[in-house]
């Protein structure tokens, strides 16, 4: 059986709209933050997003795939390494309240569950550095999310 998720992530698949990984990962810094509905097939988890209806949601089995699959493990580092970029080149997540730090709770523990603990710390760490260097700015309860979602609270 095919698994929508990990075709995608393997980058000859197409999500809920059409778009390959390749089309995802090339999008700018501004359409990335206005796309909502993508992050989701970036950034699977097994429970239903409640900020977008109808997206995809990671079985057992898929997430088992994922992990399995050479091609698929490099599409989700390429999505990492791409929402790292975005973090890192952007500011107006650097609020007390932002969308994007759902997001970014999604990516820790997508990353945890299908690239492994490390790949996810690297990305928190790179994350907080950040937060660090613009005084602080997001709230602890966002914080205490992303620890949770990487396991260590």
Same mark, same amino acid.
């Given at each position: 059986?095919?698994?929508?998720?990990?075709?995608?992530?393997?980058?000859?698949?197409?999500?809920?709209?059409?778009?390959?990984?390749? *089309?995802?990962?090339?999008?700018?810094?501004?359409?990335?933050?206005?796309?909502?509905?993508?992050?989701?097939?970036?950034?699977?988890? =097994?429970?239903?997003?409640?900020?977008?209806?109808?997206?995809?949601?990671?079985?057992?089995?898929?997430?088992?795939?994922?992990?399995? *699959?050479?091609?698929?493990?490099?599409?989700?580092?390429?999505?990492?390494?791409?929402?790292? =970029?975005?973090?890192?080149?952007?500011?107006?997540?650097?609020?007390?309240?932002?969308?994007?730090?759902?997001?970014?709770?999604?990516?820790?523990?997508?990353? =945890?569950?299908?690239?492994?603990?490390?790949?996810?710390?690297?990305?928190?760490?790179?994350?907080?550095?950040?937060?660090?260097?613009?005084?602080?700015?997001?709230?602890?309860?966002?914080?205490?999310?992303?620890? =949770?979602?990487?396991?260590?609270?």
């Amino acid at each position: 059986m095919e698994h929508p998720i990990h075709a995608f992530l393997r980058g000859d698949g197409r999500d809920g709209r059409g778009r390959r990984l390749a *089309d995802v990962l090339a999008f700018g810094d501004d359409r990335l933050e206005a796309v909502h509905d993508v992050i989701q097939w970036l950034f699977p988890l =097994r429970e239903p997003s409640r900020a977008v209806p109808g997206s995809p949601v990671l079985g057992a089995e898929e997430a088992a795939a994922i992990r399995a *699959d050479p091609r698929a493990q490099d599409g989700l580092r390429a999505a990492l390494d791409r929402m790292a =970029r975005f973090y890192a080149g952007t500011d107006h997540w650097l609020v007390r309240l932002d969308h994007n730090h759902l997001r970014i709770t999604r990516i820790i523990a997508a990353v =945890r569950d299908l690239l492994g603990r490390e790949e996810a710390a690297r990305f928190h760490a790179g994350l907080l550095a950040r937060v660090a260097a613009a005084g602080g700015p997001v709230n602890a309860e966002s914080l205490r999310h992303w620890e =949770r979602a990487l396991g260590a609270a």
